[in-house]
């Protein structure tokens, strides 16, 4: 539970309000929440997503954990209580985003389901899409551009997801990507078709 340090503060409510902004993009807003092993293909795919959705006129952003980290949470390191704080900022910040009527895509390892699921709770039916990105420890290695994981299991990088520390994967997401089984292309498909099918895309 994290403490609040604000006090005298009170919520004013804006003279425009969320339909209205969603009208005029004539969309749904959503945080639409992919996690996985690292080098599992969540900021690749987030971000095909991202411009198939904008060459369709829609308005979509991402937000990618090792910019996040940055400016947002340049402050913050990768212990369990790091990681927890990391990702309630970026509910936090993807709530906003979703009021505002865009389509955001959160690329995120985020390994804890605790943290996930506290996120979901800060948003509304339906505009909290959980999307696992099933790709299996042995490929997330082979792909890895940084060579994270041989300096993790080197022994150079402590707390690394899925050598050194725990990665919990989703009981129930909303949408399982098996990259191992499809193409970039093919799995943001299945995410695109998924917020179709959810009216996201398009006012009703």
């Known amino acids: 539970m994290k403490e609040n340090k604000a006090t005298n503060i009170v919520w004013h409510e804006g003279h425009v309000g969320r339909d209205e902004r969603q009208r005029l993009l004539g969309q749904r807003g959503v945080l639409v929440w992919l996690t996985g092993l690292p080098s599992s293909g969540k900021s690749t795919i987030a971000f095909t997503v991202e411009h198939a959705l ?4 829609r308005l979509a952003y991402v937000l990618d954990g090792d910019n996040i980290r940055h400016g947002l949470n340049s402050n ?4 369990a209580a790091d990681r927890t704080e990391n990702i309630r ?25 605790q943290d996930r699921d506290a996120v979901r709770e800060l948003m ?4 909290f899409v959980e999307v696992f990105i099933d790709t299996p420890l042995e490929l997330c290695e082979q792909r ?7 300096k993790a299991r080197a022994g150079q990088i402590a707390d690394f997801t899925g050598i050194s520390a725990p990665y919990e ?9 098996r990259t191992a089984e499809c193409t970039v292309e093919e799995s943001a498909k299945h995410i695109i078709t998924y917020l179709e099918q959810q009216g996201r895309l398009a006012m009703g």
């Not at 913050?76 to 212990?79: D, T």
């Not at 890895?144 to 041989?150: E, N, V």
């Open 54 to 57: 904008m060459a369709r006129g």
């Open 76 to 79: 913050l390191g990768f212990s």
């Open 89 to 113: 900022r970026i509910g936090e910040v993807g709530k906003l985003f979703a009021d505002a009527g865009l389509i955001t895509l959160s690329s995120f390892v985020s390994p804890y389901r």
């Open 124 to 127: 509304g039916a339906g505009e």
């Open 144 to 150: 890895d551009p940084k060579g994270m994981y041989a």
């Open 169 to 177: 994967a989703p009981a129930r997401p909303e949408l399982a990507v």
